[in-house]
């Protein structure tokens, strides 16, 4: 929705403030949660449309459902909640009925059964012109295990799983017709952290968690805001095989963007590494300053890192 | 979707069937249900798209906002639940960005303040040709208060509320153009019987309760076959001010369709008017033929009825 969007959210944020919350946490974070008593449930939703978010003729039907279910998953698990249930709303075109729409609900129930979670309603309807999809990610959690963007504190060390850049890379060759390189083919198969998410909520030294699904140099101003801190990252730190501006300003990486109290780092990335194979890399600091600095190799940096935009 | 939506359906859901179900209830009903304890939410998704849902020139931005709350609304009340939340998602063409989008946040808004319920979540992004909208509607209730459509019993009276076909004569009357009629202003102004969902919830005489979507000759077949009985319908019985095809077959009307034990009805009825202001009325009987019959003054009616096709 272009530059527009986020004031639009801001509007709409404000304008429903004032109504009752009826026990469910406003809008801000990856998912709103809602009390269950010991546990806490966490529902988030995403939009998918034809020609915005995928095109039909560089994704197979199987990788959009894929997706459709992943960049979901990807949110329930930057709250540190296991996913458990999903609705699924999809509006097909004339020319998408049939094998189209078989190839999408087979790479939706592949995804949702790796990722054990069960499919518990929605909506089929006919679309005039593009397919639209919607999903709705339910996950669930003890209540201690819930992360929020807002719980970051000056002198966190920040931190990612995996490494970044290899979606956007991958989405500028699939733009040059290079279908098959190992980005092209990193972006089309996508994969949420969902193991990662969950054994990272039952860790007290992690703060804020949230998903990279715009980059970092736009994802951490969300932490900030809401943490009201600031933050270092140092260039050289960040985890990629290709071009920092991938790695920093491109899309749908479905890493996950952290903070760890300090001294508890080192033993967490470990035992991070060992249960789930998955690496743990400091990046930067959470600072008091209300900024985000880049530095490297310790200096000031002069890059110019601007956030992705999606179309 | 045509004749192939509802095999399209039956597929999805004996694809997933065989998938954990972590503590949700399958699909079947208006809404999916989760325990919570003592309490239970339940969850419904619809999808509205431009030029098959609604026109923008046929109805006014805040009407489509309403509407897109009061479908959702609808289904969770259907469930004998109260309405605490929802999440909605929606894709915004070029011309619709600014005046309309704002026209459809104060619909959405107003019948949200209206019915109490808090907007936890959501999506905003672009589309290309037509205007998406998805809503997620979340209710709660006491467990014991569900209302599931495989709740009808042999001899129960089959009961509505309200009256039916003003929607679907309003929708032609906006056809030939006649967009101020009565029946227009009913079709565009959607309201669900909330407080009479949540009310008929209390009630242990109430079975099988839904809402009626496409008309009840449509409709009361899920009851039908969830609850494994046969229905008889008195058509002068029926209450609407229309032509009988119209209160049988058209659609979105969002009154509620339920089953009543037959000797509790006459004093749930009055009590349910003296509380709501809403009238209930018997329209027929729960029978085991398994089929569904239609009569006229007690002689099985020659009327042949279908359900109403949304486009």
Chains 1, 2 share one sequence.
């Not at 969007?5 to 809008?27: Q, Y």
């Not at 963007?149 to 989405?171: E, M, P």
């Not at 101003?221 to 990629?240: D, F, Q, R, Y």
């Amino acid at each position: 929705m272009k530059k527009s969007e986020f004031s639009f959210i801001g509007d709409i944020a404000s304008m429903f403030g004032a109504l009752p919350h009826n026990g469910f946490e406003p809008i801000g974070d990856d998912c709103t949660v809602v009390d269950m008593g010991e546990d806490a449930l966490v529902m988030t939703t995403d939009m998918l449309l034809e020609d915005v978010h995928f095109l039909r003729g560089a994704s197979s039907a199987e990788e959009v459902g894929r997706k459709s279910l992943m960049v979901n998953l990807s949110d329930v698990a930057a709250m540190g909640a296991k996913p458990v249930a999903t609705l699924l709303s999809i509006a097909l075109t004339e020319s998408a009925q049939g094998e189209w729409a078989e190839g999408f609900m087979r790479g939706y129930y592949e995804a949702s059964r790796e990722a054990g979670v069960a499919l518990v309603g929605g909506d089929t309807t006919a679309s005039r012109d593009k397919v639209a999809i919607n999903v709705v990610a339910i996950g669930r959690a003890p209540k201690g295990c819930i992360k929020r963007r807002s719980a970051a504190k000056v002198g966190d060390i920040i931190a990612v799983t995996g490494k970044l850049g290899a979606s956007s890379k991958g989405l500028v060759d699939i733009m040059f017709g290079d279908m098959d390189t190992p980005a092209a083919r990193h972006h089309r198969i996508a994969q949420a952290r969902i193991a990662e998410g969950e054994w990272l909520g039952r860790r007290k030294e992690v703060g804020a968690m949230m998903d990279i699904s715009d980059g970092i140099a736009s994802d951490i101003k969300h932490i900030m805001e809401l943490s009201k801190v600031g933050a270092e990252i140092e260039l050289k730190a960040i985890p990629t095989d290709y071009d920092i501006r991938y790695a920093t300003t491109g899309g749908e990486d479905y890493e996950l963007l952290l903070t760890v109290a300090e001294e508890k780092f080192e033993s967490l990335s470990e035992e991070f590494f060992t249960a789930t194979g998955t690496r743990l890399t400091a990046i930067g600091r959470i600072t008091d300053t209300g900024e985000l600095r880049w530095t490297e190799e310790g200096n000031p940096s002069e890059i110019e890192l601007k956030g992705f935009t999606h179309f």
